[in-house]
């Protein structure tokens, strides 16, 4: 249950295999490729909220160059599983410790070579990386090992190192700074091998060796390395010979007492069902790796790689969230502070489409800027660019900021965060939505024209019941905190006022926010997802499927075969009805799921969580367990959407893994907390004998034990 493999190695398989077998540490992501894998087998070793851009190319985040690269030849045929068939072959990770293992043998003139490997990216000393490599041989015979860094980097938009440095005293290495921003990346990496030649060619700077092995003889080495952004030469090289004298079992051991503690307070433990088990602690694996440092935020793609720019979405704060504000809140506060950092990229956004106040990035980067384009598909038919709307009229995204900010001041009971920047973002959000809202005077009430819901296949509607909710919530929140800043801290407050006029935003929300339009709804409690949407043309996604003329077809926009339809992309209503929980009653929520149900594509990673919460809201475990396993699984199984239009999207999905422990704990487990009170209520799947879980809430961490007929929740000790 700690461990995922696979006994075959399919060359179809090979991107699936490097996002499936990811490892990191919330800096630095490592894909799953083997040892020997190079730039064409997807290769890459992410930073994470380290960014570059070209003229003319999509700013992204960077990849590396390749520091693991090692691969053996024996009378001249490389031992690469790309181009010989082996006789036997393992690939494994540790969800435990964070630990890629690989064990291949290849037959070679009737003798067996087997190469074993193991490699971690450290989680107690983030800069350090470490790889040991094992020979044996069933006969004797002479191997060449050629180990080293591959400067051939896996990019979609590079190249963003133009120029780099060789390094080669006490060790060997690179460095080099990005193309834009001149960020210094520098990687290096010392073996034990010892009377190697050094080898500088086919994009490989390393060293070679040729050692002799007797029958059932096994040679191995070990190769630690270091990687730093914008440090000096000196400190690096000094990390590198301290980390290498510590040695590579000190190394692993550190590492492993850092995973220990982590999953100390991680761990969700399911008694009755493995598979639900292995699955979630998968997902709980790949959000532990993602844990962000300081004021970072975490990226949609994680990880994995550079798709999607390595950029910030609304993932992070309704998906992801969550699970770091039980686990981990001072990683909570790091992504909050990102966005309380960003600020003032979304005021430039904002003023940039002639509104007032903080219209955040729909795809964000390190200061904020937005780095969506206006045309995010490429047509499959003509190869031409199409105009996308998701950076201009997905408005929703600042209301998801004000709404995560929210839930972590309840959460941790931590308002000093409302004194050094929040209450900023709550106000200058909440000045956003009164600009961008109309009036209309024939009614008297204000609507949010022109925008776009989750439901990314239905662009530039009017009135989405998700968006308008929202923009009541920040007008709710800002009043709130208002209140609170006058009482507790009436200095920040006048200080506030001078500075953002919060007193005329103020009086503009209470004549505005009780005339915002609400959504329209049938006699049964359906709710219509924005105006008009009930008299597209009422069909389902089956028929819709049987009109594609491409497979990468992309669905949405005004040509998309989508758009005139009611099929969605993803939960928008069911969204809101999961967010806002408390607000609807039963009946609403069993009749807009049963509407909406039926009528979803499933376009997108984060719907399946969504559904599965109110699925779970209104007794439908069976439902839920199934979205459970589709959210938690995802990356397992490598079922999902990897081309929009022919736009590659691949990579790991870890708002998925975030959706999946939402649905765990507020699905299955009930949980809710209010006015520093926790409370659960049951709702397991029938196989589901029993959960238990801890979780940070407030000052205090617990331990919930729920059964299907008995819960537990224990303090277990109080912070200071």
């Known amino acids: 249950m700690w461990w995922i493999s696979d006994y075959h190695h399919q060359p179809t398989q090979t991107v699936h295999y490097g996002n499936k077998y990811v490892i990191g540490n919330g800096i630095y992501g490592y894909r799953g490729t083997l040892d020997e894998a190079r730039a064409e087998d997807q290769v890459g070793l992410n930073i994470s909220n380290l960014y570059d851009g070209l003229p003319g190319k999509w700013r992204e985040s960077v990849n590396a160059w390749n520091p693991f690269y090692t691969e053996v030849y024996v009378q001249g045929i490389s031992l690469n599983i790309s181009t010989q068939s082996p006789t036997n072959h393992h690939q494994k990770l540790s969800l435990k410790h964070g630990l890629h293992q690989r064990r291949t043998t290849y037959r070679i003139n009737d003798k067996d070579i087997t190469i074993e490997s193991e490699r971690f990216i450290s989680m107690h000393a ?24 591959d400067t051939l980097i896996w990019e979609l938009n590079g190249p963003h190192f133009k120029e ?33 030649q050094v080898v500088k060619d086919d994009s490989i700077f390393g060293e070679t060796k040729t050692i002799h092995l007797t029958k059932n003889e096994s040679f191995h080495f070990t190769k630690i390395i270091i990687l730093d952004v914008n440090k000096p030469l000196e400190q690096t090289q000094e990390t590198l010979t301290n980390q290498f004298d510590k040695g590579y079992n000190a190394l692993r051991k550190d590492h492993q007492h850092a995973w220990n503690a982590l999953w100390a307070i991680s761990d969700i433990l399911i008694e009755g069902d493995d598979d639900a088990q292995h699955a979630l602690r998968y997902s709980i694996y790949h959000l532990m790796i993602l844990t962000p440092d300081k004021d970072k935020s975490i990226p949609a793609r994680g990880l994995s790689g550079q798709v999607y720019k390595g950029a910030i979405f609304w993932d992070t704060e309704i998906f992801m969230l969550p699970f770091f504000l039980h686990t981990n809140p001072r990683a909570a506060k790091a992504l909050i502070d990102y966005r309380i950092k960003t600020l003032p990229g979304a005021q430039a956004k904002a003023k940039h489409y002639g509104f007032e106040g903080a219209f955040y990035a729909w795809e964000s980067h390190e200061n904020g800027q937005d780095v969506c384009s206006d045309f995010n598909i490429t047509d499959v038919f003509t190869n031409r660019d199409v105009r996308t709307y998701f950076k201009d009229k997905q408005i929703h995204i600042s209301g998801d900021i004000v709404y995560a900010m929210w839930h972590y001041v309840n959460h941790t009971n931590d308002t000093s965060i409302l004194l050094n920047g929040g209450a900023d973002v709550i106000f200058e959000v909440a000045r956003f939505y009164l600009s961008y809202l109309k009036y209309d005077f024939t009614t008297d009430v204000y609507e949010a024209l022109d925008v776009v819901g989750p439901d990314e296949y ?32 009436p200095t920040t407050y006048t200080k506030l006022n001078e500075h953002r006029k919060i007193d005329t935003i103020l009086e503009t929300i209470t004549r505005v926010h009780t005339k915002l339009k609400a959504p329209t709804k049938t006699k049964s409690q359906v709710i219509e997802q924005f105006d008009g949407y009930f008299a ?25 075969v989508a758009y005139p339809t009611q099929i969605i992309k993803q939960a928008d209503v069911v969204t809101m009805l999961s967010l ?47 979205y459970f396993m589709k959210s938690a699984s995802i990356d397992l199984t490598g079922k999902s959407k990897q081309f929009a239009g022919n736009t590659y999207i691949g990579g790991t999905h870890p708002a ?55 819960t537990q929740i224990k303090k277990e000790s109080t912070h200071e």
Not at 133 to 147: C, G, H, N, R
Not at 540 to 557: A, F, S
Request: with cysteine; aromatic share 10%.
């Open 164 to 196: 780099f440095e060789h390094l080669s005293a006490n060790g060997i290495g690179i460095t080099g700074s990005t193309q834009e921003c001149k960020h210094q990346v520098t990687l290096l990496t010392k073996t034990t091998l010892d009377d190697t």
């Open 536 to 560: 597209l043309e009422d069909t389902r996604v089956d028929v819709l499927k049987t009109r594609l003329v491409h497979p990468q077809e992309y669905w949405g926009t005004s040509h998309g």
């Open 126 to 149: 983030k800069n350090t990386m470490a790889l040991r490599y094992t020979i044996t041989a069933s006969d004797t015979l002479d191997v060449e090992i050629k180990t080293g860094i």
């Open 580 to 626: 806002f929980s408390s607000d609807y009653s039963t009946d609403i929520k069993q009749a807009n799921y049963d509407y909406y149900h039926p009528r979803t594509e499933h376009g997108s990673s984060l719907s399946a969580s969504m559904y599965g919460l109110l699925a779970c809201d209104i007794n439908r475990q069976d439902d839920a367990y199934d």
């Open 656 to 710: 998925a893994s975030g959706g999946a422990y939402m649905l765990a704990l507020y699905g299955f487990a009930g949980l809710k907390t209010s006015n520093g009170t926790l409370s659960v209520q049951p709702r397991l799947p029938k196989h589901i004998k029993s959960m238990q879980f801890k979780l940070h809430y407030q000052e205090a961490l617990y331990t919930v034990t729920i059964t299907h007929n008995d």
């Open 458 to 489: 239905h662009e530039r509607v009017n009135n989405n019941a998700f968006t308008n909710k929202l923009i009541a919530y920040v007008f709710e929140i800002a009043l709130k905190v208002a209140s609170h800043l006058k009482t507790q801290s």
